[in-house]
């Protein structure tokens, strides 16, 4: 391919580009200098570009989205054992980790893990930072730091993680929530660790109202279907306003409820236009250790709730840490994990796909800035994928990713000059 590395306006001609609906259609694509596309569609006059490039016979995806990782926590898996292999385990290992992580090793960490998402055609991401006694204020104000220095790169959100332990003060996290929720573009929390819900969803809800920033909970990470905290907050999502603008991670005790008491809850998701993100990595690994038999899969109702129309999208959640001991960055393997995992049909690959890019931009607020269309940032992947099933089933063999109109990656699968033999 032409060096298209210099943020020149050029155009892409040929190629099969995914549409908003998982379709696809033979298209051109002119980036303009500016990083965004001026055009998208068939027969474009590109007479103008700087320069055209023939891609015929390859497939054009929008950028794979991650809604929901922690970059604050990425990379430290060798200095934070967790023996047990628990979420609890997880926790209070990297808790004492986060007492002596100072700045440097944190931009270092998620550095190294933001350009190995980049160049695997991973173009936003949505990071939790914790935010509490142990951690501080080192993660949340490193990371907006990165954010700002990765922006014509990557689009990085945060999310400002005011994690309760055991024994927290309150009176902490409310001295200190709005000041982490300025570094934020959203606010967040995992109400099933704190020692009373609802006054600390209320605090949550509360932060984010003020000063109008969406709200994403890590919810019922567990399996424990008599304690789950679902509707509590859905009625403060409703009571709140935040309709349109609240994500549920995990929400894992979907999968322990009965399947009647699961059509209710999805119901009210549907209604109150809830996003969901599952984790499959981390809820694969730490969930359902204690069982005797048949230990649970550890995941939510990830096929249903697609089924039933609930905007629903995976993620990576923790990189080689903890809470998930491996990961590459890459969201196709998230999404083959997630469709395996979560028991999607083979005739659903394309909702897989959908799961890495439409979903979480709609989650994680894109709107108009994301997709192939006019005006949008200029963030796409381009493969030797004959289809979208294709790409998710086995993935490219050959990949250019671009970000903001930029070549910023390609690879290519060594085949070790092997031949057809006739």
């Known amino acids: 391919m032409a060096d298209l590395t210099s943020g020149q306006s050029f155009a892409l001609t040929g190629g099969a580009v995914i549409q908003a609906d998982g379709s696809q259609a033979v298209s051109d694509i002119i980036v303009g200098v500016d990083g965004r596309f001026v055009a998208v569609g068939p ?121 309760p332990h055991p024994g927290q003060d309150f009176d902490w996290l409310a001295e200190n929530i709005d000041s982490a929720v300025a570094l934020a573009d959203a606010v967040g929390g995992t109400p099933a660790v704190s020692e009373d819900p609802p006054r600390y969803l209320d605090m949550l809800f509360t932060a984010a109202v003020k000063v109008g920033k969406p709200v994403d909970l890590h919810l019922d990470e567990h399996l424990k279907a008599d304690v789950h905290l679902l509707d509590a907050a859905l009625d403060r999502v409703e009571r709140f306003g935040m309709q349109g603008r609240t994500v549920f991670s995990h929400v894992s005790v979907l999968s322990a409820l009965p399947r009647t008491e699961f059509h209710r809850i999805a119901e009210r998701l549907l209604a109150l236009d809830v996003g969901v993100v599952t984790l499959p990595a981390a809820n694969l690994y730490l969930q359902g250790r204690d069982a005797e038999m048949l230990p649970p899969r550890g995941l939510t109702r990830v096929a249903e709730l697609y089924r039933a129309g609930i905007n629903i999208a995976t993620a990576s959640d923790n990189i080689q840490d903890p809470f998930v001991p491996t990961g590459s960055g890459d969201m196709l393997e998230i999404a083959r994990w997630t469709l395996l995992a979560g028991h999607l049909r083979g005739d659903e690959l394309a909702a897989a796909h959908r799961m890495i890019t439409t979903a979480p931009a709609r989650l994680m607020g894109l709107g108009k800035d994301y997709g192939l269309v006019a005006g949008a940032r200029a963030d796409f992947i381009v493969t030797d994928c004959i289809d979208t099933d294709t790409l998710v089933a086995g993935g490219p063999d050959r990949t250019f990713v671009f970000s903001k109109g930029r070549l910023v990656s390609q690879s290519a699968t060594d085949t070790f000059g092997l031949k057809e033999v006739a």
């Open 43 to 163: 027969g474009l006059d590109t007479r103008s570009c700087g320069a055209c490039v023939d891609i015929t016979g390859m497939l054009v995806s929008p950028g794979f989205l991650d809604a929901h990782q922690h970059l604050d926590k990425t990379g430290v898996l060798r200095f934070t054992p967790n023996p047990s292999g628990t979420l609890q385990g997880a926790r209070e290992a990297f808790a004492k980790y986060a007492r002596t992580a100072g700045p440097d090793d944190i931009r270092e960490r998620a550095m190294r893990t933001i350009k190995r998402c980049l160049s695997r055609g991973t173009t936003a991401i949505r990071s939790h930072v914790n935010v509490d006694k142990d951690a501080g204020f080192y993660g949340i104000e490193t990371l907006a730091g990165v954010r700002h220095a990765v922006k014509d790169d990557i689009t990085l959100q945060l999310v400002a993680f005011m994690t």
